[in-house]
């Protein structure tokens, strides 16, 4: 049973940072590649970063581009999304999600991911 729990999401004010954290179990990490998504009220969810199985490849949506940096600990079973300089409309549920095939790039298309964790909430006030 492959498990992903966020944390980290918060209340911040517009140009702060936040770093999410997903610990993911249950199937072999390191060789998938994971990605992150994000869902604001009353939009569906839209893709903001992704990673390949490796660490070395990344992939991100243009709004987060120089913003957002994705990273992984494959010793940790951990992803991470170190969010910077923070705008009010990257408000929204940030879930993250591993990829339903090893070995793995940096894939921005959601339906290649086959688990998903509940999500954490961040909100940006300005």
């Known amino acids: 049973q492959v498990q992903l729990v966020e944390t980290g999401g918060g209340l911040v004010q517009a140009g702060d940072s936040l770093r999410l954290s997903c610990a993911a179990s249950g199937r072999t990490f390191s060789n998938y590649a994971m990605g992150w998504f994000r869902q604001a009220p009353g939009k569906g969810r839209e893709f903001v970063a992704a990673?390949?199985?490796?660490?070395?490849?990344?992939n991100y949506a243009d709004s987060v581009k120089g913003r957002f940096t994705i990273s992984r600990d494959n010793a940790k079973n951990t992803v991470y999304l170190q969010m910077n300089s923070l705008k009010p409309e990257d408000t929204a549920v940030y879930h993250c999600?591993?990829?339903?095939?090893?070995?793995?790039?940096?894939?921005?298309?959601?339906?290649?991911?086959?688990?998903w964790g509940q999500g954490t909430q961040v909100t940006v006030s300005s």
């Open positions: 999600a591993v990829h339903r095939y090893a070995y793995s790039a940096a894939i921005a298309r959601m339906t290649d991911y086959d688990y």
């Open positions: 990673i390949n199985w490796r660490g070395d490849n990344t």
